[in-house]
């Protein structure tokens, strides 16, 4: 066995790192994607929320102005 490489074996290595990379990228994006998503939806939620608790306030305000 030689110390040395050939082009072709390099290539090779370097084709088979830059796959396993681009696949440990790709399973990180869909993971900070998959948190975003929940993020959003949970912000939406208190969005929704906050805007039912102020509708009812504003209620009870026109309630007591009259």
């Given at each position: 066995?030689?110390?040395?490489?050939?082009?072709?074996e390099l290539k090779v290595v370097l084709r088979e790192q830059?796959?396993?990379?681009v696949?440990?990228?790709q399973t990180f994006m869909a993971?900070?994607?998959n948190r975003f998503?929940?993020?959003?939806?949970e912000i939406s939620e208190l969005r929704d929320?906050?805007?039912?608790?102020?509708?009812t306030i504003?209620?009870?305000i026109a309630r007591i102005d009259h």
């Open positions: 066995m030689s110390d040395y490489v050939n082009q072709t830059t796959d396993e990379i696949g440990l990228i993971q900070a994607d998503g929940k993020i959003e939806k929320s906050h805007n039912r608790l102020l509708n504003d209620g009870f």
